[in-house]
């Protein structure tokens, strides 16, 4: 089992900044994908960024300009930083990890982000 704990969500002004962390923890040696998803109010779940233990990287198209997803130095912690925050981008911010990329078997409870205009 892996545990997933996000932090770092909160209320900022368009064109802020915020850094979402998500802490790992369990079984985490064979974990091969790790990544950040978004959930907006009437929307479906949707991929923000996410990178492989290949180091591979995918970004929402959208996005991709402006967040940066990266892993710590212990491997156990994964990040998003996102500039140039949007109204669009208010949702509830996930963490997903795997041993069986691109199929998700764990996430964490959630970062609520606000981006007010």
């Known amino acids: 089992q892996v545990q997933l704990v996000e932090s770092g969500g909160g209320l900022v002004q368009a064109g802020g900044s915020l850094r979402l962390s998500c802490v790992a923890s369990?079984?985490?040696?064979?974990?091969?994908?790790m990544g950040w998803y978004r959930q907006a109010p009437g929307k479906q779940r949707e991929l923000v960024a996410a990178?492989?233990?290949?180091?591979?990287?995918m970004y929402k198209d959208s996005v991709k300009d402006r967040v940066t997803i990266s892993r710590g130095d212990a491997k156990n912690t994964l990040y998003l930083q996102m500039n140039s925050l949007k109204p669009e981008d208010t949702a509830v911010y996930y963490c997903?990890?795997?041993?069986?990329?691109?199929?998700?078997?764990?996430w964490g409870q959630g970062t609520q982000v606000t981006v007010s205009s």
């Open positions: 997903a990890a795997t041993p069986r990329w691109p199929n998700l078997d764990y």
């Open positions: 369990g079984t985490i040696f064979n974990i091969n994908g």
């Open positions: 990178l492989t233990s290949s180091g591979r990287t």
